[in-house]
C-alpha cells in the first residue's frame, strides 16, 4: 500500500475513532442524565405529601430561619425538604401579631407578620371550589386555592421557584381587627352577619369586599422571601396589551422568537428557558395573566424566573387558553429535564400527584376534580406541542441540555 493510501485510511480510523468516541460519551452522558431525571422524579414522589407537623427536630432554628437559608438563586427551596411540613404548620399556626393593606397591584390581599417577624401574604377566599370564572382567560378575582395548588405542582415538576404557600383560615374579629393598621381597618364592613374587608389596590372597590363565613375567613398564606433577595421586576416578552383590538406582537408574528433571542437577557444564559418552562407551568395551571415577572436583582440573567403571583389560575376548567403555550411553540425548544418530567407524568400520574401533594392542606380539598382532570388534559397538549415541534425540527434541537449545580451550603 502507497503511503498517500495508507495517510488516507489512518485519517478515516481516526475520524472513525473520534467519531464513536464522541457519540458513545455523549450517549452516555444522556443516559446518565436520565437516569439522574428519573431518580430525581422517584424522590420527588417519595416526599411528596407533606404533613404538617408542630416541631422541628434536631435543630435550634426557627421554621424562618430554615426557609430564608434554603433560598439559592436558583431555587426557594431544596430537593430534600425534611424541615417543610414544620415551616408550612408555621404558617398555618403562627399567631399574626401585625396586619396591614398588601403591597401594590391589582388584586386584594393583606400583608401579615407572624409571631417570629416573618412577613406572609394573605389573599382571602372568594370563589366556592366549583365556582367557573367565565370570560377573558385573565378575568376574576385571585382564587386563593390556586395559590397553594401551583406551589405543589412547582413541586412536582421539579422546579422549586414558587415561594412556598399554605392554605389557613383566619378569625377576622379576633386575629386581624385588633392587631390591624388604621388603612386596613378603615376597610373592615359588615355584610349581614359576615365580616368583611376590601382593602387597598387598584381594583379594590367597598363594593365589591371579600366576605368570611361570619368572623372566619378560609385563603392562602405565602411566605415572603427574604430581604437579603431583593427583587427585580421584568416585562414578560409574551405579555398580553389587555386592550381590545391591540395585538401584543407575539400574537401575529411568528417569528417572534427569533427577536426575543437577540436581546438581553434572553441572549444567552438560562432565562429563555425559565420562560417556556413557565410557559409549561401556566399552561397547566391555566394562568393567562403574566404580564411581568421577578428574578433577583443585578442577576445579569443568572436566577431563575420566580413563580410568583399564580392566582389568576384554575379559573375555569373547560378552557385550555393555547396562546400561554407561545413561548414554547414560537421557540421549539424546552429543557431536556422538562420534558423528562412531563413524561414521567403522563397517564394520570400527574392528577393523582397533585391530588395527594395537597392532601394535608388545611383547606383540603384544594381543588375539584374538574380542575384536576384539566391539568391532565391539558399535559397531553403541552407534551403534543413538543412533538410538532421535534417532527420540525429534530431532538437535538428541541431539547436543550440545561443542568446547572446548585449549592445549598
Known amino acids: 500500500m502507497k503511503l498517500k493510501q495508507r495517510v488516507v485510511l489512518l485519517a478515516i480510523l481516526l475520524v472513525i475513532f473520534i467519531f464513536t468516541k464522541v457519540f458513545l460519551i455523549d450517549n452516555l452522558d444522556t443516559s446518565a442524565a436520565n437516569r439522574e431525571d428519573q431518580r430525581a422524579f422517584h424522590r420527588m414522589m417519595t416526599g411528596l405529601q407533606v404533613e404538617l407537623v408542630p416541631k422541628l427536630d434536631h435543630t435550634l432554628q426557627s421554621p424562618w430561619e430554615i426557609a430564608a437559608q434554603w433560598v439559592v438563586p436558583r431555587e426557594v427551596y431544596p430537593e430534600e425538604t425534611p424541615e417543610l411540613g414544620a415551616i408550612m404548620h408555621a404558617m398555618a399556626t403562627k399567631k399574626i401579631i401585625k396586619a396591614d393593606v398588601g403591597y401594590k397591584g391589582t388584586q386584594l ?72 393598621t388604621e388603612q386596613l381597618l378603615s376597610t373592615f364592613l359588615t355584610v349581614g352577619n359576615n365580616t368583611c374587608f376590601y382593602g387597598k389596590c387598584y381594583y379594590c372597590r367597598e363594593t365589591e369586599p371579600a366576605c368570611a363565613d361570619g368572623d372566619t375567613m378560609e385563603g392562602s398564606i405565602t411566605l415572603w422571601l427574604p430581604d437579603v433577595w431583593p427583587l427585580q421586576k421584568h416585562r414578560h416578552p409574551w405579555g398580553r396589551t389587555y386592550r381590545e383590538g ?63 403571583d399564580n392566582a389568576k389560575s384554575f379559573g375555569n376548567p373547560s378552557l385550555d387558553e393555547r396562546s400561554i403555550l407561545a413561548p414554547l411553540y414560537q421557540c421549539c425548544i424546552i429543557r431536556v429535564s422538562t420534558w423528562n418530567r412531563l413524561n414521567y407524568l403522563k397517564n394520570g400520574v400527574l392528577k393523582s400527584a397533585l391530588k395527594s401533594a395537597m392532601a394535608h392542606d388545611p383547606i383540603s380539598p384544594v381543588l375539584s376534580d374538574p380542575h384536576l382532570d384539566a391539568v391532565d388534559q391539558r399535559l397531553l397538549s403541552v407534551l403534543a406541542t413538543v412533538k410538532q415541534c421535534t417532527e420540525q425540527f429534530g431532538m437535538d434541537t428541541v431539547l436543550v441540555e440545561d443542568r446547572m449545580p446548585l449549592s445549598h451550603l
Open 246 to 308: 391591540k395585538l401584543a406582537r407575539w400574537e401575529y408574528d411568528e417569528s417572534y422568537c427569533d427577536a426575543v433571542k437577540k436581546t438581553s437577557p434572553y441572549d444567552s444564559g438560562p432565562r429563555l428557558l425559565d420562560i417556556i418552562d413557565t410557559a409549561v407551568f401556566d399552561y397547566l395551571i391555566g394562568n393567562a395573566d403574566r404580564h411581568h415577572y421577578e428574578s433577583f436583582q443585578d442577576d445579569e440573567g443568572a436566577s431563575m424566573l420566580i413563580l410568583l
Open 109 to 180: 390581599k393583606a400583608l401579615l407578620v407572624l409571631e417570629g417577624g416573618q412577613k406572609v401574604v394573605f389573599k382571602p377566599k372568594r370563589y366556592s371550589r366549583d365556582y367557573v370564572v367565565e370570560g377573558e382567560p385573565y378575568a376574576g378575582y385571585d382564587r386563593h386555592n390556586a395559590e397553594v395548588a401551583a406551589f405543589h405542582l412547582d413541586r412536582i415538576l421539579g422546579f422549586r421557584r414558587a415561594p412556598l404557600v399554605v392554605g389557613r383560615f383566619v378569625n377576622l374579629r379576633t386575629e386581624i381587627k385588633p392587631i390591624a
